[in-house]
């Protein structure tokens, strides 16, 4: 079996500025609930995904509508990616009753069906056997489609994620797992919570593929992610795509992170997915100061009307607030 | 028409007429496939439907009831087989945090139709782990429904109620009745619905409400207080969540005199909500306090003698009655 690491695509210029945009968009959402959540305007339930844009970009471009994800609860970049508006995403962050969930929790714990989204809950890991489920489905149905289940390092260690796999494996599911490697467990380091230093060695234990790759590299990502999906919808089973990286913040916006060194983050922050996909564009002359411009602009536009619509947004109706129990 | 059948095989008889009317109806569990179960509920389904129709799975508790919410997310109707109740703890996460908060963080905009069939209840020498009674776990989680069926024909009928129900439902069946429990049941599609008491014997006097394999015990020691002079109604609940509670309180304003009787501990159990409910709602037709016949607050002992003394049985309910009847 070829590695998927070398799995041959092909993008358009066009292709290409546009992951550039939504590695801009997600950056620039992250950034801004940052300040929100500073400013008290957002309550809480901030999970930064800064430095980690590359993963859910490289991963979900490209994925059909059918397509489903089952993301981490960093990832809100997947939700806008996948055709949720980013106005309805903060709103959804401001617990406003236009949010996905009408105000009843925050952040990614909602879903949209019809998009492909799922929602998980706190409890990391739990997404998994339930990205089986859906997966499952696909095979009932004898449908090409595939489903991308989202992990960290530390959600790794739950049975969920061992049970998950494991079903997976046995069923040949469509199922490409993608563990978000960021070192960190809220505070504690990989090296106390695992005695391997790869996650994708435990694939192997299950009985397929698993690769460990530069998190940080948009493409790497993209061409892991496109040879695992292809293997997936071809029926062959899933794949355990490690993706090396690292949070900029704290595991949440509370999270002052006092447990890493500032020497460490300057390491990693100059491997910033942005700047290193920038200067890759700019290197092949795919991207001008015009264009780099033009996307800048459209960015900073999308999240200030996002931003507008999540404060001009009604609060939640109390009466909404013990209905929805039981369909 | 209906025949006597084994309340065992009405419960294989719903699974298999719902699976024939519908194509999105599976069975996934430990042991359903070729073996049938550990009880031989599922016998002939895999034969019947097919190896994805009736799925064997890995000792995965959480990933079988996480399956079962991802392939519900995508309109299928899966049955879940714990091969005990007792066994339910390892996907207690995915039936309380996943399942049961689904709708309500989705804004009202997912149903989740999952069945979780649990094997409940004492008297079968099953010790600590094949014993116990968990309802109060489910019933106290808002966002499940919980059915206990005491018959044959309930636990057909509530089966394929639980089935088309658009929420999680918690299907106890009691593993002493599965034989014992032999009577008629329609053999067209008759369902009993959800939410429903039924009446198992009528009277004046006294109040008893109860559910599962304390139905037959109970019936027992209305019978004998009947040869006293005591008339006693006897309340089969069926549903635990939501529990009928116009039926309850129909029947104590008839009887001013309530006793309750499960199977589960006290602390906490259906009798102390049916109780406070009656304290709220109907104080001043109380003409003695609530009683409750219940498990000690204890594990379920091995041994005969120590089972014996946990367990409540037409003695004990019989004086509890007398008691009341005296006040």
Known sequence: ?327 | MAREIAYLDAIREALREEMRRDPQVFVLGEDVGAYGGAFGITKGLQEEFGEYRCLDMPISESCIIGVSVGASLRGFRPVAEMQFGDFITCGFDQIVNQAATLRYRYGGRVACPIVVRAPVGGNVAGGLYHSQNPESWFVHRPGLKVVAPSTAWDAKGLLKAAIRDNNPVIYLEHKYLYRRAKGPVPEGDEIVPIGQAAVRREGSDITLVTYGAMVMASLDAAERLSKEGVEVEVIDLRTLSPWDKGAVLASLEKTSRLVVVHEDVKTLGLGAEISATVMEERFEHLDAPVMRVTYPDSHCPFSAVLERENLPNADKIADALRTLAAY
């Open chain 1, 1 to 327: 079996m070829a590695s998927i690491k070398r799995f041959k695509f092909k993008l358009t210029t066009e292709q290409l500025l546009e992951m550039l945009y939504w590695l801009k968009l997600i950056r620039a959402f992250d950034e801004r609930l940052s300040v929100l959540v500073r400013q008290g305007r957002v309550r809480s339930g901030v999970y930064s995904s800064i430095g980690q844009e590359a993963i859910i970009v490289g991963s979900c471009f490209g994925l059909e509508k059918d397509d489903y994800i089952c993301p981490l609860h960093r990832d809100l970049g997947s939700f806008l990616m996948k055709g949720v508006s980013p106005g309805v995403m903060m709103a959804q962050m401001y617990a406003k009753a236009t949010g996905l969930s009408k105000g009843r929790d925050s952040a990614l714990h909602s879903g949209v069906p019809e998009l492909g989204i799922f929602g998980n809950t706190s409890m990391l890991g739990a997404n998994t056997p339930v990205a089986a489920g859906i997966a499952l489905t696909f095979k009932l149905e004898q449908r090409r489609n595939v489903v991308l289940a989202y992990f960290g390092e530390g959600a790794a260690n739950t049975g969920d994620v061992h049970e998950a796999m494991n079903v997976a494996a046995v069923h040949k599911l469509p199922v490409v797992f993608i563990c978000e490697n960021n070192i960190y467990a809220y505070s504690v380091p990989i090296e106390k919570s695992m005695a391997i230093e790869d996650v994708a060695d435990r694939a192997e234990a299950y009985g397929f593929d698993g690769v460990s790759i530069n998190g940080n590299d948009v493409l790497a990502v993209y061409q892991a992610a496109q040879g695992a999906i292809a293997r997936a919808r071809s029926g062959e089973g899933p794949t355990l795509i490690e993706c090396k990286t690292y949070r900029w913040h704290g595991h949440s916006e509370h999270d002052p992170a006092f447990y890493r060194t500032d020497e460490e983050l300057a390491m990693w922050k100059s491997r910033d997915p942005l700047t290193t996909f920038t200067t890759y564009l700019r290197h092949r002359q795919m991207l001008s100061d015009e264009i780099l411009l033009e996307i800048d602009q459209r960015v900073v536009k999308e999240i200030d009307e996002a931003v507008a619509f999540a404060e001009s947004s009604p609060d939640p109706d109390p009466s909404e607030a013990a209905t929805d129990m039981l369909a």
